[in-house]
């Protein structure tokens, strides 16, 4: 398995500020995922970070509202910019080893925004 | 069209009894992974058990077994012996294309929340 930290756990947040949310593996992997799970939907996917290049984006899901870094093997921040209160869901990272089928999730950050 | 369709938003199951979350796929890859996870109130997306499309047997992780019919496009997971523990909402995922390939993207159902009755 893998060991995902993700901070912040959850944040209540004024409207019109940003946030970013940090994602640490406990090992080095190439791909890592940020998804948005809105109240009481499912998952879905707003990009794919690779270290060393661009993130790419899902179709809905922009680099100016979300931007992403990806300085590392191991680490990854999502930046949720601009926030309105339909921002207000559960960001999840997870990663997949190189290799490996099972895809690993962090504990997910509750954002609400006011 | 839905890639992934779970048509039980809530089942109500007794203890001890065993339990069927059904999950259907649409894919023209003949490569791809199925997945089922579980999300406590938490929120944590907690894996559970994973088939892939060329494995002959069906995939079994402890108590939970995946039911895989292909020709059908379906992989139900059963739980046996339920537990109180076990309540939460369920989701079945796929992934479409190799894995060797660098395709590991997944697309989620809409989930089934299970309640689990003493």
């Known amino acids: 398995s893998a060991v995902i930290s993700q901070k912040p756990s959850r944040d209540i947040c004024q409207r019109g500020t940003s946030l970013t949310i940090q994602c640490q593996v406990d090992?080095?992997?190439?791909?890592m995922f940020w998804y948005r799970q809105q109240p009481g939907q499912s998952l879905t996917l707003i990009a794919t970070?690779?270290?060393?290049?661009?993130?790419?984006?899902e179709s809905g899901f922009v680099i100016d509202k979300f931007p992403i870094s990806r300085p590392n093997l191991t680490f990854s921040t999502l930046t949720v910019s601009n926030m309105s209160p339909e921002d207000s869901s559960i960001y999840l990272c997870?990663?997949?080893?190189?290799?490996?089928?099972?895809?690993?999730f962090g504990a997910g950050t509750r954002l609400s925004v006011l | 069209a839905q890639k992934i369709t779970q048509t039980q938003p809530g089942m109500f199951v007794q203890e001890k009894e065993a339990v069927t979350l059904d999950c259907t796929y649409d894919t023209s890859d003949p490569s791809y992974g199925l997945f089922w996870y579980k999300q406590p109130s938490s929120g944590e997306m907690i894996f559970l058990i994973y088939q892939g499309s060329y494995d002959q047997q069906n995939a079994t992780e402890g108590r939970y077994s995946l039911n895989f019919q292909k020709a059908r496009k379906s992989a139900n997971l059963v739980i046996s012996a339920s537990q109180l523990g076990d309540s939460a909402m369920y989701f079945c995922?796929?992934?479409?294309?190799?894995?060797?390939?660098?395709?590991?993207?997944?697309?989620f159902g809409q989930g089934t929340r299970l309640t689990i009755n003493p």
């Open positions: 997870s990663v997949g080893r190189d290799g490996v089928n099972i895809q690993y």
């Open positions: 970070a690779n270290q060393g290049s661009e993130a790419t984006y």
């Open positions: 995922a796929m992934r479409e294309g190799h894995l060797i390939q660098g395709a590991q993207k997944l697309v």
């Open positions: 090992s080095q992997v190439t791909m």
